[in-house]
């Protein structure tokens, strides 16, 4: 007993025993256990940690302790500059950094009064969305390899690998992009970028048909997560499910749709949605999600206008460099938000975009200074991670895995 | 239906006693009033049959780093029904820092709260749960409050032995 | 090729057992993937058809670190990761090399901040460290090809009754069977 209380803080394990508060640690352990999962544990997607108690294999409480990926985002936001913080926000949600450049300039730009030329929202929005298909075809394939089909999780890494290489001509990095610019994107997408991402949703409608083939007629794989992990409509409004776990409960809730941001008002696509709220649901959903965005980024390639991807505001958005070599005037422009900062007028705003795991906002107070007086991450894997031991108590040690895989948290946003 | 003007209204003939402040800057409201009346006036706006802000995102605090009312306790609510999002506010003074939880209207506030009270110290009185979410126990600051430096106090959480 | 290209008609080979022990260890490093944040990423994409780790005999990775050999600490240690790290450090078996992988892991990166280690060094000895935020896979394989150079260069005899988190081995210039 004394050893259990070195390796677990006391008040965790007060935490778990709450289910029933008559009992004491001695009692509550007689026929059952304690089980520490993580936080290095291949299925915990990360630095999660569950604290388990277990009557036999059946989980009777479940604690999750976060943290051990805390990395003071909202601190460092207070001590530098909007455009400092871009490439902070590409390691919130790292499986899909595009997404949240686009939040956090979106953000700023409504703080701030700043409206991006429409070419520059276009490209956004195919950005986000080609972010959304790639962090969807991870969380499928992490599901699968979490039950047991590892071929899946190969198969699924080998097409975002083709949207890296996307990434990678259109901003020279495969993986932390910052390429999104409060008023703009840092620079025009190139015609090799546009066409690339065309042959990828050409070739990822087969290639996906061919993923679901694979998984869907693995029987090993269905009854896994069949009726595993299930939560009701109301539960999952209750405790703040957003993005595709809420929708895969039958609400169809979807910001691109409730509070259209960018042109997604101009973009025809349907909301999935799924009734059933279980595992299975929640994994078809990322599916149909994968299907819609290649639609969506098909019609934004052929709409997409040309002309300018930066704002012509000298005082807020940083001129390009050619220009800044070249010209005295926006030499000190440059030099001035570098140093100083864009300095939003005083007020208060929350802008949410529907990232890949759910509702990603962004809450800044500015007192008119260069650097945001508070900025709070409203971070969906966090809010869907408190389900967990909802849906965790009442099942097998196994179904654990295939529980955390299906709500597809990242500890980088979930820790901030 | 103009939400902006229609929700304060109905909050004033509820609650004819609470002194309601409203401001809108850029379409989005805001609604500030006292402590005291938190867990009310979020029960009356989550189970109001024309209101039904059912989802509670977001929980946060601002701290403002002057002598009174130094805490600002921000709530950011969100109503399916009217497709609406609304923020409440209520100030907290660093003498008495305290609120009370609103666990019992959203249940998402659990760790919300559990959030603010690791980083502002705010203590949320009837929570079920309260301890740090994201630092160690042991840890005694609360990052991020304005007096806290950015890198920390040296020495106030152990590294293991080389 | 590799060792066909030694054995002549007779299928006899004469070695040193340190080279051939060296040799043997270079060959199939055993990682043991402490994913933490962003690099556990680029580490899976390591792992992938396209960059396959598997080409340098390291595709398996192992979960547990009782059967690892070489760790790679991929992503931001905070103070409250930082007893976890070196809790599974000390549960591999020696002979045992670090991999610090990515700017945070190597010096703190971009995280000033109150809660991230500046540099997993301050509690690990570390043989690599990686730059890039994160490193591309190259990188990581480039880190993997240099740890295996690392390991080539070691004697067997040097591993005899070293205390757990003593890693002053100096590095003997021994002419080892080159593999490729």
């Given at each position: 007993?004394?050893?259990?209380?070195?390796?677990?803080h006391?008040k965790?394990?007060?935490?778990?025993?709450d289910?029933?508060?008559?009992f004491t640690l001695e009692d509550?352990?007689?026929?059952?256990?304690?089980?520490?999962?993580g936080?290095?544990?291949?299925?915990?997607?990360?630095?999660?940690?569950?604290?388990?108690?277990?009557?036999?294999?059946?989980?009777?409480?479940?604690?999750?302790?976060?943290?051990?990926?805390?990395r003071?985002?909202?601190?460092?936001?207070?001590n530098?500059?909007y455009?400092?913080?871009?490439?902070?926000t590409?390691?919130?949600?790292?499986?899909?950094?595009?997404?949240?450049?686009?939040?956090?300039?979106?953000a700023?730009?409504k703080?701030?009064g700043?409206?991006a030329?429409?070419?520059?929202q276009?490209?956004?929005?195919?950005i986000?969305?080609l972010?959304?298909?790639?962090?969807?075809?991870?969380?499928?394939?992490?599901?699968?390899?979490?039950?047991?089909?590892?071929?899946?999780?190969?198969?699924?890494?080998r097409?975002?690998?083709?949207?890296?290489?996307?990434?990678?001509?259109?901003?020279?990095a495969?993986?932390?992009?910052?390429?999104?610019?409060?008023?703009?994107?840092?620079n025009?997408a190139q015609?090799?970028?546009l066409s690339?991402a065309?042959w990828?949703?050409e070739?990822?409608e087969?290639?996906l048909?061919e993923i679901e083939q694979?998984?869907?007629?693995?029987?090993?794989?269905?009854?896994?997560?069949?009726?595993?992990?299930?939560?009701?409509?109301?539960?999952?409004?209750?405790?703040?499910?957003?993005?595709?776990n809420l929708?895969a409960c039958?609400?169809?809730?979807d910001?691109?749709r409730?509070s259209?941001?960018?042109?997604?008002?101009?973009?025809?696509?349907?909301?999935?949605?799924?009734?059933?709220?279980?595992?299975?649901?929640?994994?078809?959903?990322?599916?149909?999600?994968c299907?819609?965005s290649?639609?969506?980024?098909?019609q934004?390639?052929?709409?997409?206008?040309?002309?300018?991807?930066q704002?012509n505001?000298?005082?807020?958005?940083?001129?390009?460099k050619?220009e800044?070599?070249?010209?005295?005037?926006?030499?000190?422009?440059?030099f001035?938000i570098?140093?100083?900062?864009?300095n939003?007028?005083?007020?208060?705003?929350?802008?949410?975009i529907?990232?890949?795991?759910?509702?990603?906002?962004f809450?800044?107070?500015?007192?008119?200074?260069g650097?945001?007086?508070?900025?709070?991450i409203?971070?969906?894997?966090f809010n869907?991670?408190?389900?967990?031991?909802?849906l965790?108590v009442g099942?097998m040690?196994?179904?654990v895995?295939?529980?955390?895989?299906?709500?597809d948290?990242?500890?980088?946003?979930?820790d901030? | 239906?103009?939400h902006?003007?229609f929700?304060?209204?109905?909050?004033?003939?509820?609650?004819p006693?609470?002194?309601?402040?409203?401001?809108d800057?850029?379409g989005?409201?805001?609604?500030?009033?006292?402590k005291?009346?938190?867990?009310?006036v979020?029960?009356?706006?989550?189970?109001?049959?024309?209101?039904?802000f059912?989802?509670c995102?977001?929980?946060?605090?601002?701290?403002?780093a002057?002598r009174?009312n130094?805490?600002?306790?921000?709530?950011n609510?969100f109503?399916?029904k009217?497709?609406?999002?609304?923020?409440?506010?209520?100030?907290?003074?660093?003498?008495?820092?305290s609120?009370n939880?609103?666990?019992?209207?959203?249940?998402?506030?659990?760790?919300?709260?559990?959030?603010t009270?690791?980083?502002?110290?705010?203590?949320?009185k009837?929570?079920?749960?309260?301890?740090?979410?994201?630092?160690?126990?042991?840890?005694?600051?609360?990052?991020?409050?304005?007096?806290?430096?950015?890198?920390?106090?040296?020495?106030?959480?152990?590294?293991?032995?080389? | 090729m590799?060792?066909?290209?030694?054995i002549k008609d007779s299928?006899?080979l004469?070695t040193?057992?340190?080279a051939?022990?060296?040799?043997?260890r270079?060959?199939?490093?055993?990682?043991?993937?402490m994913?933490?944040?962003?690099c556990?990423?680029?580490?899976m994409?390591?792992?992938d058809p396209k960059?396959?780790?598997?080409?340098?005999?390291?595709?398996?990775?192992?979960?547990?670190?009782?059967?690892?050999?070489?760790?790679?600490?991929a992503?931001?240690?905070t103070?409250?990761?930082?007893?976890?790290?070196?809790?599974?450090?000390?549960q591999?078996?020696?002979?045992?090399?670090?991999?610090?992988m990515?700017?945070?892991?190597?010096?703190?990166g971009?995280?000033r901040?109150?809660?991230?280690v500046?540099?997993?060094?301050?509690?690990?000895?570390v043989?690599?460290?990686?730059?890039g935020?994160?490193?591309?896979?190259?990188n990581?394989?480039?880190?993997?090809m240099k740890?295996q150079d690392k390991?080539?260069?070691?004697?067997a005899?040097?591993?005899?009754?070293?205390?757990?988190g003593?890693?002053?081995i100096s590095?003997?210039e021994?002419n080892v069977?080159?593999?490729n």
């Amino acid at each position: 007993m004394d050893q259990l209380e070195n390796e677990i803080h006391p008040k965790i394990l007060q935490a778990l025993l709450d289910s029933r508060n008559d009992f004491t640690l001695e009692d509550a352990l007689e026929n059952e256990m304690i089980l520490n999962m993580g936080p290095q544990h291949p299925a915990t997607h990360g630095v999660l940690r569950l604290l388990l108690r277990l009557d036999g294999e059946k989980i009777i409480a479940c604690v999750p302790e976060l943290g051990y990926l805390h990395r003071g985002y909202e601190k460092m936001a207070e001590n530098m500059s909007y455009y400092e913080y871009i490439p902070h926000t590409d390691r919130l949600d790292y499986i899909s950094p595009m997404a949240n450049n686009v939040a956090w300039v979106l953000a700023v730009e409504k703080l701030a009064g700043i409206e991006a030329p429409k070419r520059a929202q276009y490209i956004r929005m195919m950005i986000a969305e080609l972010a959304r298909i790639s962090s969807h075809l991870l969380a499928i394939g992490a599901l699968a390899m979490d039950v047991g089909a590892l071929t899946i999780f190969l198969w699924t890494l080998r097409e975002r690998e083709k949207v890296l290489d996307i990434w990678d001509i259109l901003c020279g990095a495969r993986f932390t992009n910052s390429y999104t610019r409060i008023g703009g994107v840092a620079n025009d997408a190139q015609p090799e970028a546009l066409s690339k991402a065309k042959w990828f949703i050409e070739q990822f409608e087969p290639n996906l048909a061919e993923i679901e083939q694979l998984i869907n007629s693995n029987r090993i794989f269905i009854e896994r997560v069949e009726g595993v992990g299930v939560i009701s409509k109301e539960d999952a409004i209750n405790l703040a499910f957003t993005g595709p776990n809420l929708r895969a409960c039958g609400v169809e809730f979807d910001l691109r749709r409730n509070s259209p941001y960018l042109y997604y008002n101009e973009i025809d696509f349907r909301i999935p949605t799924y009734t059933e709220g279980d595992c299975l649901a929640r994994y078809f959903l990322r599916l149909d999600e994968c299907r819609e965005s290649a639609k969506i980024v098909k019609q934004v390639l052929e709409k997409m206008p040309q002309g300018e991807v930066q704002a012509n505001m000298p005082k807020k958005v940083i001129p390009q460099k050619d220009e800044v070599y070249t010209k005295m005037e926006e030499l000190i422009h440059d030099f001035m938000i570098v140093n100083f900062g864009i300095n939003p007028p005083v007020g208060e705003i929350y802008n949410a975009i529907e990232g890949s795991k759910g509702e990603l906002g962004f809450y800044l107070v500015s007192k008119g200074e260069g650097k945001p007086w508070k900025c709070k991450i409203r971070s969906p894997s966090f809010n869907n991670l408190q389900a967990l031991p909802k849906l965790v108590v009442g099942h097998m040690i196994s179904d654990v895995v295939a529980i955390i895989g299906s709500i597809d948290p990242i500890m980088g946003e979930a820790d901030k | 239906m103009n939400h902006i003007e229609f929700i304060p209204r109905k909050l004033k003939e509820k609650f004819p006693s609470v002194d309601f402040e409203a401001s809108d800057y850029k379409g989005e409201l805001t609604i500030k009033f006292d402590k005291k009346f938190i867990v009310d006036v979020c029960r009356f706006l989550q189970s109001d049959s024309e209101l039904e802000f059912k989802l509670c995102p977001d929980i946060t605090a601002i701290d403002w780093a002057v002598r009174k009312n130094r805490f600002t306790v921000v709530y950011n609510i969100f109503s399916l029904k009217n497709n609406f999002r609304l923020r409440l506010k209520c100030d907290v003074d660093e003498s008495d820092c305290s609120i009370n939880s609103v666990v019992s209207v959203w249940q998402s506030a659990n760790w919300q709260e559990r959030e603010t009270f690791d980083m502002y110290g705010i203590n949320f009185k009837n929570h079920p749960d309260l301890r740090r979410m994201y630092m160690p126990e042991e840890f005694e600051y609360h990052p991020l409050r304005k007096d806290f430096p950015l890198m920390g106090i040296p020495d106030s959480m152990p590294l293991p032995k080389k | 090729m590799g060792l066909e290209a030694y054995i002549k008609d007779s299928g006899f080979l004469t070695t040193q057992l340190n080279a051939i022990i060296a040799w043997a260890r270079k060959s199939s490093v055993w990682p043991m993937p402490m994913g933490i944040s962003c690099c556990a990423i680029e580490m899976m994409a390591a792992g992938d058809p396209k960059y396959d780790i598997a080409r340098f005999g390291s595709e398996v990775m192992r979960f547990t670190p009782r059967q690892c050999d070489l760790m790679i600490v991929a992503g931001t240690v905070t103070y409250k990761m930082a007893p976890v790290v070196r809790k599974i450090y000390d549960q591999m078996p020696e002979p045992k090399w670090v991999i610090a992988m990515g700017a945070c892991t190597s010096s703190g990166g971009m995280y000033r901040s109150y809660s991230v280690v500046q540099g997993i060094d301050q509690f690990l000895p570390v043989d690599i460290y990686l730059a890039g935020c994160p490193p591309r896979p190259e990188n990581l394989l480039y880190a993997l090809m240099k740890i295996q150079d690392k390991i080539g260069k070691t004697k067997a005899s040097q591993f005899h009754n070293i205390p757990a988190g003593d890693q002053s081995i100096s590095l003997p210039e021994l002419n080892v069977i080159r593999n490729n």
